[in-house]
């Protein structure tokens, strides 16, 4: 079982930054957990926008976010961030924090192969 607390969410304007951040608490290592982020906009699906092994050693992004957000973690802090540069109205939504076992080096994309999610961080980028 996991915990997991979603922070740093919040009203920016378009350009702007913001660095989101995830803390875990559960009873086996947090190491051995994939994690990822996803975001949900109103009306729309839950959608995959960055992911990290277990070692932190890769990552992976949609070509929507890919060179404008970085997903990173510490693992000694039970900690995954994701800092997000040149935001848009498009990166409105609510973003999740999502972890699950998976194998070293695999990085899971659907929300399908995540059953630990946190509540939710509002971002809200203004034109």
């Known amino acids: 079982q996991v915990q997991l607390v979603e922070s740093g969410g919040g009203l920016v304007q378009a350009g702007d930054s913001l660095k989101l951040s995830c803390v875990a608490s559960s009873g086996r290592t947090f190491s051995v957990y994939a994690m990822a982020w996803f975001r949900q906009a109103p009306g729309k699906e839950r959608e995959f926008v960055a992911g990290i092994t277990r070692s932190g050693g890769s990552t992976r992004y949609p070509d929507s976010v890919k060179g404008r957000f970085t997903i990173s973690r510490d693992n000694a802090k039970n900690m995954v961030y994701l800092q997000m540069n040149s935001l848009n109205p498009e990166d409105t939504a609510v973003y999740y924090c999502?972890?699950?076992?998976?194998?070293?080096?695999?990085?899971?994309?659907?929300?399908?192969?995540?059953?630990?999610w946190g509540q939710g961080t509002q971002v809200t980028v203004s034109s």
């Open positions: 999502a972890a699950d076992r998976a194998p070293a080096g695999i990085i899971y994309t659907s929300t399908a192969r995540y059953n630990y």
